[in-house]
C-alpha cells in the first residue's frame, strides 16, 4: 500500500539558512499533519491542512510557514534558520470522513541538521 | 495540554504482558496510540473514539474511559517486535468539531528480551 513520502530524507543547513520540506500525502487523503520531533522527545503538532485550508495551528514559529497545494501535496517552508531547529520533521496524513479525522499516517520524516 | 504516560519505561522478557496508560486533564474527543523505534517513524496502532470502546490487533488491545479521561494500551504475550517507545496522542474536545490537531504523551519506552 502507498504511504506518506517526505523528501528530503535528511537535509543539513548553515545557521540563516532557509530550507524546504515536502510531503506527499496517501493517495485520497485530504488531510496533512506537520510534526517536529526532538532527540528523545515526542512529536510537537505544527500546523495541518485540510482540503488545501489551514485546518489548525500549534507551536509553529513564525519563520516557518506552509500550504497544501492543489494535489494535496505540502511544503513546510523554514527560514532563519536557528541550531534549535534542528529535529525530525514528520508529515502525517489522514482521510477525514462524516467530519471526524482517522488515523493518521506518518511518513519516514525529514532528518534536518543545523550547524 | 500534554497527556501523562506510565509507567515512563517497562522491561519485558518475551511471553510477558504490559499495560500502558495515558491520562488527560482535558475532555477528549480521541485517543491515538503509536509505536516508534529509533529515528522511524511512528507507527499508528489504533485509535479509540468513544468512551468504554476498546479495540484490539492481535495482541495489543486499548481502552478507553472517557468519564476519567485515560486510556489504557494492553500488550500481551510480548514479542521482541514490541520494542520501541509507545506514544498515546490525545485530540482534546472542542464544541463537538474534531480538527485532528494531536497532542503526544511523553512516550513509554518499552523493552523486551529474548
Known amino acids: 500500500a502507498a504511504g506518506v513520502i517526505q523528501s528530503p530524507r535528511h537535509l543539513i543547513k548553515e545557521k540563516r539558512e532557509t530550507a524546504t520540506l515536502k510531503c506527499y500525502p496517501i493517495?485520497?487523503?485530504?488531510?496533512v499533519y506537520w510534526y517536529q520531533q526532538g532527540p528523545g522527545q515526542d512529536p510537537q503538532f505544527l500546523i495541518s491542512?485540510?482540503?488545501?485550508?489551514?485546518?489548525d495551528k500549534g507551536s509553529i514559529p513564525d519563520r516557518f510557514s506552509a500550504q497544501q497545494f492543489s494535489d494535496y501535496h505540502s511544503e513546510l517552508n523554514m527560514s532563519s534558520l536557528e541550531l534549535g531547529d534542528s529535529a525530525l520533521y514528520f508529515c502525517?496524513?489522514?482521510?477525514?470522513?462524516?467530519?471526524?479525522?482517522?488515523?493518521?499516517?506518518f511518513g519516514p520524516g525529514t532528518r534536518l541538521t543545523v550547524l | 495540554q500534554q497527556p501523562v504516560q506510565s509507567p515512563q519505561a517497562v522491561i519485558l522478557r518475551e511471553g510477558e504482558d504490559a499495560v500502558i496508560n495515558c491520562s488527560s486533564s482535558?475532555?477528549?474527543?480521541?485517543v491515538h496510540w503509536y509505536r516508534q523505534k529509533h529515528g522511524e517513524a511512528p507507527v499508528f496502532l489504533m485509535i479509540?473514539?468513544?468512551?468504554?470502546e476498546q479495540k484490539g490487533h492481535e495482541k495489543i488491545s486499548a481502552s478507553f474511559n472517557e468519564k476519567k479521561q485515560q486510556s489504557s494500551l494492553y500488550l500481551t504475550a510480548s514479542q521482541l517486535s514490541y520494542s520501541g517507545t509507545y506514544f498515546c496522542?490525545?485530540?482534546?474536545?472542542?464544541?463537538?468539531?474534531?480538527?485532528?490537531?494531536?497532542?503526544f504523551g511523553q512516550g513509554t519506552i518499552l523493552t523486551v528480551h529474548p
Open positions: 502525517a496524513s489522514s482521510l477525514r470522513i462524516a467530519g471526524l479525522y482517522n488515523e493518521q499516517f
Open positions: 493517495p485520497r487523503h485530504d488531510t
Open positions: 491542512f485540510y482540503e488545501k485550508m489551514q485546518s
Open positions: 482535558k475532555a477528549l474527543y480521541s
Open positions: 479509540l473514539l468513544k468512551g468504554g
Open positions: 496522542g490525545t485530540e482534546p474536545k472542542r464544541g463537538g468539531t474534531s480538527y485532528g490537531k494531536l497532542t
